[in-house]
């Protein structure tokens, strides 16, 4: 008996095993698909690592890993979140985001229109946020063995002189503000993947914050600390900088923005916003003489606009978030046990 193995089909539009063998369909990918959306002199070079000139001083460097699910949702897609992620980590740490790389996982069958789409939209969301993929990686696993495309993004950024932020740097007396409006990610990406109709047309607030935080940095430079709220929403990033700040944190119920039907679908599905996923957000604590001036800063931003002071720094029940509410009395905010909206980054 004659076995034959089955030659890889060289028209096609969809993903192959042999996409990822590191033959003529893998390069003929590398030419038609990414270099096209991220091509840069340093990428260009196709070398299996990036020369890179980097400033002197202090380098950031970070990486996250997107499995979300629908990959294309109300307001974004799988490929820019990848890219406002990494970006988001870099610039909360005072850092000039400068390069990236990217590594994509495929599921065998996946459309080729559809990872040109997300690539495509990967390439644009660096080029807005002013950074540029300089090296990655493709491998392609069975059908039934990826989600169709799972992508890393690791980051390096350039930490500016003076500045020092980390979540161990509250202090009493600091204002903590919200850049916006909670949970729109989270429930625009719920909405999309279990199909509800609820009349509401809620898009995720999917953003690179740079170009912001880097206004607001330069208006107070003396800011204690910075976390976007991604996973475990700001219930969880509050508890983390309370505790490892050492101090309480009081928050004022009614002064946390919440978009109208945002609101109304946690309240459908009963879910708390405050442990709902943002992709755009950004809380900052800062000294209260600088309180004014960071709003400024924010609000003159399409994606500070909503900015509001949420709560304050405090030296009672150190390591806990309270809650005052609307109705006058506290509760206490506490870290989530899990998550309620899997798949969400």
Do not use: W
């Not at 070079?45 to 000139?53: M, N, P, S, T, Y």
């Not at 690539?119 to 990655?136: I, P, R, Y």
């Not at 696993?141 to 993004?153: L, S």
């Not at 935080?213 to 309370?242: C, K, Q, Y």
Request: aromatic share 4%; with cysteine.
């Amino acid at each position: 008996m004659e076995f034959e193995c089955p030659l890889p089909q060289a028209d096609h539009d969809r993903v192959q095993i042999a996409h990822g063998a590191g033959g003529r369909l893998s390069r003929e990918l590398m030419a038609t698909v990414f270099m096209p959306a991220l091509n840069n002199p340093v990428l260009a070079e196709l070398d299996d690592q990036a020369r890179l000139i980097l400033p002197p001083g202090r380098v950031a460097f970070t990486t996250d890993t997107y499995v979300i699910t629908p990959l294309f949702f109300p307001g974004g897609n799988i490929g820019e979140l990848a890219v406002h992620g990494t970006v988001n980590d870099l610039a909360v740490g005072g850092a000039v985001p400068r390069f990236l790389s990217a590594g994509f996982v495929l599921e065998e069958g996946f459309p080729l229109a559809d990872l040109q789409l997300i690539v495509s939209s990967l390439g644009q969301a660096a080029a807005k946020a002013g950074v540029s993929v300089v090296t990655g990686d493709t491998k392609v696993v069975q059908k039934g063995q990826c989600d169709g495309v799972f992508i890393n993004t690791s980051g390096i950024g350039e930490i500016r002189e003076g500045i020092d932020v980390s979540c161990r740097h509250l202090q009493p007396g600091d204002r903590l503000i919200l850049s916006g409006t909670l949970a729109d990610h989270g429930i625009a990406v719920l909405c999309a993947r279990e199909g509800l109709s609820m009349q509401m047309s809620v898009e995720s607030d999917s953003a690179s914050l740079n170009a912001m935080i880097s206004a607001v940095l330069e208006v107070f430079p003396g800011i204690h600390a910075m976390r976007d709220p991604t996973r475990g929403g700001a219930a969880a990033t509050l508890n983390e900088l309370a505790s490892a700040s050492g101090v309480g944190i009081v928050l004022e119920e009614e002064a946390i923005p919440v978009h109208p039907e945002v609101r109304g679908a946690c309240e459908l599905l009963g879910i708390d916003p405050l442990t709902v996923a943002n992709e755009g957000k950004v809380i900052i604590a800062v000294p209260s003489n600088g309180a004014d001036a960071v709003l400024d800063a924010l609000r003159r931003d399409v994606h500070g606009k909503n900015a509001a002071v949420i709560g304050e720094a405090v030296g009672d029940h150190p390591g806990v978030v309270v809650m005052r509410t609307a109705y006058g009395s506290r509760r206490v905010v506490e870290m989530p046990l899990g998550e309620q909206l899997p798949r969400i980054c």
